[in-house]
Nanobody, 116 residues
Framework: QVHLVESGGGLVQPGGSLRLSCAAS????????TAWYRQAPGNQRERVAA???????DYEDSVKGRFTISRDDAKDTVYLQMNSLKSEDTAVYYC??????????WGQGTQVTVSS
């Protein structure tokens, strides 16, 4: 079974940057899809960015050009580089993965707050 742990959240001013990390453990070789979701208070959880095993990446429209998802297979870690942050990016960010022959896995979440 895969286990995910996020880190890197925090408080940042508008226009600033943060890098979130999602470290996987367990059956990591079976992971074929990893995504970052976020959920702001009162809102539904939404997918922000995703990356396939092939390296293909996809982004939600509001973060295109500002966020970058990447993967370091040597470290079994997926990153979300967030630049030009806005107040509307404030949310709890969750890592999510799909792995062969396993139920989808969620991390515990990390808080990102964009405020002056």
């Amino acid at each position: 079974q895969v286990h995910l742990v996020e880190s890197g959240g925090g408080l940042v001013q508008p226009g600033g940057s943060l890098r979130l990390s999602c470290a996987a453990s367990g059956s990591v070789d079976s992971i074929y899809y990893t995504a970052w979701y976020r959920q702001a208070p009162g809102n539904q959880r939404e997918r922000v960015a995703a990356i396939m095993r092939s390296g293909y990446a996809d982004y939600e429209d509001s973060v295109k050009g500002r966020f970058t998802i990447s993967r370091d297979d040597a470290k079994d870690t997926v990153y979300l580089q967030m630049n030009s942050l806005k107040s509307e990016d404030t949310a709890v960010y969750y890592c999510y993965c799909q792995a062969t022959a396993q139920s989808p896995v969620w991390g515990q979440g990390t808080q990102v707050t964009v405020s002056s």
